[in-house]
């Protein structure tokens, strides 16, 4: 079952997620099959303008991984999103794992093959290594 801030995602505008954090909507809840965040989805789905409104939340956890065992950073560069990449970054949460065996680590991102952008991807990433 769906709480009610990722019911909020599709199709429905930002605004509709921003009402629903602000009524104490957990940020961080996880899907119970595949425990994918609100931020996860909004990437898959490449909904900007809903990443842009859940990244300004400070008590989003931009780390946390899904059965995957992948964090949404890992998403926006396996798609290319740079811009998204950047976001989840910038963010006070965010922390590159220091295993670099971790899927999520920027060593191992930087082996991604993205969908689109690689070139755009790599030099992103080596502001980080």
């Known amino acids: 079952m769906l709480n009610p801030v990722f019911r909020s995602i599709a199709p429905k505008p930002p605004n509709m997620v ?3 954090l602000k009524c104490n ?3 961080n809840a996880q899907t119970t099959d595949y425990k994918q965040t609100a931020l996860h989805v909004a990437i898959e789905q490449g909904y900007l ?5 859940l990244i300004q939340w400070p008590l989003l956890n931009v780390n946390l991984v899904d059965a995957s065992n992948h964090c949404p950073l890992f998403y926006a560069i396996s ?3 740079t811009d998204i990449a950047a976001l989840i970054v910038g963010h006070a949460s965010w922390k590159n794992p220091t295993d670099l065996n971790d899927p999520n680590s920027i060593a191992k991102l930087r082996l991604l093959k993205p969908t689109q952008d690689a070139e755009q991807v790599q ?7």
Do not use: P
């Open 18 to 20: 921003q009402f629903l």
């Open 25 to 27: 909507g957990d940020i």
């Open 49 to 53: 303008s809903v990443v842009i409104e």
């Open 79 to 81: 798609l290319g999103r």
């Open 123 to 129: 030099k992103f990433l080596s502001k980080y290594a």
